[in-house]
């Protein structure tokens, strides 16, 4: 027979459990948003910080090549439309056999509106030369979307000018209650 020592500390723990596990119940949320990003110039938002190791070394590989970036993000694909924060992350090229694949951490901090002061934290391998989408998991967030989980599709929308692009992307990303 357990002591009521024990009973104790076993009601402890799974109100503890309970807390921390919310109510099980679960809301998934489709967000849909354009990243506007400027490749060169005095407003680039994109920077290589290393080379290839390789490419010193007299070949002409990207491998290992690490950039980082600081996007706009915003509600239509014009660069006048609604500001909604920024994508800011770095892309390694890791790929020796595909210098377009990356390997990219993103995180997307919302500065107004619903989400204002949340992120999503996208990982995963693209295909910048791929047709089609690019598709991320949705790693986690803090704010609104704390124990999230889901996905990212990103498809290349256009370039506006020769050192501007802009992507569209469709987030699905689940939180628990």
């Not at 706009?72 to 892309?91: H, K, T, W």
């Not at 002061?117 to 704390?146: I, K, N, P, Q, Y």
């Not at 599709?153 to 992507?167: A, I, R």
Request: with cysteine.
């Amino acid at each position: 027979m357990p002591t009521p020592t024990t009973i104790i500390c076993l009601l402890t723990f799974l109100a503890v459990l309970a807390a921390a596990t919310g109510d099980g119940t679960t809301t998934t949320t489709h967000l849909h948003f354009y990243i506007h990003e400027t490749f060169a110039g005095d407003n680039a938002t994109t920077a290589s910080l290393a080379p290839s190791p390789l490419a010193v070394a007299g070949s002409n590989s990207s491998f290992g090549s690490v950039g980082a970036l600081d996007d706009e993000l915003r509600e239509g694909s014009d660069a006048a439309s609604r500001y909604l924060g920024r994508v800011e992350g770095l892309v390694v090229q890791a790929d020796l056999g595909n210098p377009a694949a990356a390997w990219t951490l993103l995180t997307l901090a919302f500065a107004g509106g619903d989400y204002n002061g949340s992120t999503l934290v996208l990982d995963g391998r693209v295909d910048f030369g791929a047709a089609g989408d690019m598709e991320r998991a949705v790693a986690g967030g803090t704010g609104r979307f704390r124990r999230a989980r889901g996905y990212s599709l990103m498809t290349k929308f256009g370039n506006p000018t020769p050192n501007t692009g802009v992507f569209e992307m469709d987030v699905y990303v689940t939180t628990m209650a």
